[in-house]
């Protein structure tokens, strides 16, 4: 049964079929926006909502690269809090500085990445034990830099990211660029790596891939990715925040899979993430118009993402049968 | 040769027991009054609300799950005793306790059902319950409540008997429970099996999905009666108080030596596990460390701690087979 997935998914491209699923969804709940609330219907919305997405959907991305090598990342919210508090307090107040901070930021990201990444293949430990507690600490180091909300990111900071050109935002370049990025990195050896990893590592390994050095590149984007997604938050809220990311940990797994990646690993791609962190902006936004309350918002995160991965794994194993019988 | 036999066997749990010693020692040595009569009554009745709330989360990490959703089972079951006590007072209130521990327990076979028989990952599934009951506990309280913390459960947590505290006695009554449950049941063997090879436990005619499912049920009760508990000792009950024993609950089973891959451990390791971190926690607290020191450091140990429960117990294994 693993054999012949495996033959299946590097033969088709992986992220065909299962992204389809995500777009469709995406055009029905457009379709509903429309009928409810037409106004919302223009392109400075999309604007207002891709500056917003932005910081979950890098989150995403490094979730769902993980997620296919076979690995979860629950330390996302915690490098983005970090990443948020540091740039919040130091952010410089010239570009080559404001530069050389992001960067310096990004690489701590990678690095907490990596330190993941090591311990997880090196000693063998499950990926969501060892990130879970690492998100621990770096929430309390997080803490300790800013007790409460607050710093203050240069205006020149924020002004730039925030950019507008005509109808396009940076942060809508940004997103093109991604998956422009994407769809060349997967024909790649590297992410044929990943898929083939993550759909079957013992396999992989006999057939001369390096599954540790795989895994911990994975973790290492995720955690570089997540500090990309804490300075965007920087300048989105023009302030930092020491807890407020770790609420982003859940919804970066629930716009993986509503992107049709599966947590079994091996399947899925970054295209569905991105289509993924729309759809769910678009029902927070259906939510908020139909006059829910804040904690049904709460309810409606888990109750999302259990189903979303109740649907898609019942899928899969009428498909394929389960992994462990 | 059974005298060796049982050193053996029980090597990781009893090294954790002399851990939780030489803890102790060194900081009462370092800390006059941390050995005193009435502190130590303190730590253990700490220890008690831990280990209760990590029963469940050792049979989850037995089969090879997690659970994750305990802080809000917890919170939920302290916030409901907290409103009903105004109206149901005596024998009454004993019918709201039982009704709140099966809620409990509903509630984690909802989080078995759905990770057996629809195959979503525990991590993710408990992940959402607890989400979700955040939002829901949240919703129906509207933020506060009024109430009283019942006598009864005041007494289970701060009383004490002959010198003892009542909760600890209550959690040694409830640890040699679950230890006959692991050791001397069919229901406890067969955890066991399936958390070692799932295959081989299913082919063994052992029913895999109900066993792991009630071990789902066990956790949402004992976090339940372990939020019983921290309402009996607070007095109140408010939003968020269950969040710490997330971490709580699993750094206690980590530190008592179960594997996180599952299929071995026992509870009396998980027990050394819930006194060690209520230790820590009264040393942290005791050193005045802001609130984000004593996050990272308790981090790192527990880090460190599970790094090295696991190196241990992969080596155990490769020199099993």
Known sequence: MQKRNYDRRIKITPDGKRTVVSFVLLVFFLIIMYLVQPSLMKPSRLITITNGQLCLLLGGIGQTLVLLAGGIDLSIGGVICLSNSIAALYMPDSIPGMILMSLLIAALGVGIGMFNGVIITRFHVQPFVVTFTVNYVLLGIALKLLPIDGGEPPARYVSGLLHNFGIFSLSMILVILILAGWVFMRRTRFVRNIYAVGCNAKASALNGIDVSKVKIMTFALSGGLAALAGLWRTAQLASGSPDAGDALTMPSITISVIGGTSMAGGMGGVVGTVVGAYILRLIQDLLTFLGAKSFWSTVFQGVFLVMTVGVCSVIDMKKGGKKNG | ?321
């Open chain 2, 1 to 321: 040769m059974d005298k060796k036999l049982f050193w053996k066997k029980n090597s990781t749990t009893i090294s954790r027991y002399f851990i939780v010693a030489i803890l102790f020692t060194l900081i009462s040595i370092l800390k006059p009054g941390f050995a005193s009569g009435s502190h130590i009554k303190v730590l253990l009745a700490e220890a008690a609300i831990i280990g209760v709330a990590a029963i469940g989360q050792t049979l989850v990490i037995i089969t090879g799950g997690i659970d994750m959703s305990i802080p809000w089972i917890f919170n939920g079951a302290a916030m409901a005793a907290f409103a009903f006590s105004n109206t149901f007072t005596g024998a009454d209130f004993g019918l709201v306790i039982i009704g709140i521990l099966t809620v409990g327990f509903l509630l984690g076979m909802i989080n078995g059902i759905c990770v057996t028989y629809l195959g979503i990952p525990s991590i993710v599934m408990t992940l959402g319950t607890n989400t979700i009951l955040q939002g829901a506990v949240t919703g129906l309280t509207s933020g506060s409540i009024v109430g009283q913390a019942p006598n009864i459960l005041k007494v289970l947590s701060t009383g004490s008997f002959f010198g003892i505290s009542v909760a600890f006695l209550f959690w040694i009554v409830l640890a040699v429970i679950v230890l006959l449950l692991l050791r001397k049941t069919g229901y406890g063997r067969a955890l066991y099996a399936l958390g070692n090879n799932r295959t081989v436990a299913k082919f063994s005619g052992i029913h895999v999905k109900r066993v792991e499912a009630i071990a789902y049920g066990i956790s949402g009760m004992s976090a339940a009666l372990a939020g019983l508990m921290l309402l009996g000792k607070t007095g109140s009950a408010y939003l968020g108080m269950g969040n710490p024993f997330q971490f709580q609950s699993i750094a206690a089973v980590a530190l008592g030596g179960v594997a996180m891959s599952g299929g071995s451990g026992s509870y009396l390791g998980t027990v050394a596990g819930a006194m060690t971190i209520a230790v820590l926690l009264s040393v942290l607290t005791a050193l005045n460390l802001s609130q984000a020191m004593q996050q990272v450091l308790y981090g790192i140990i527990l880090f460190a701690a599970v790094l090295i429960a696991t190196i241990q117990n992969s080596k155990n294994r490769s020199s099993k087979l």
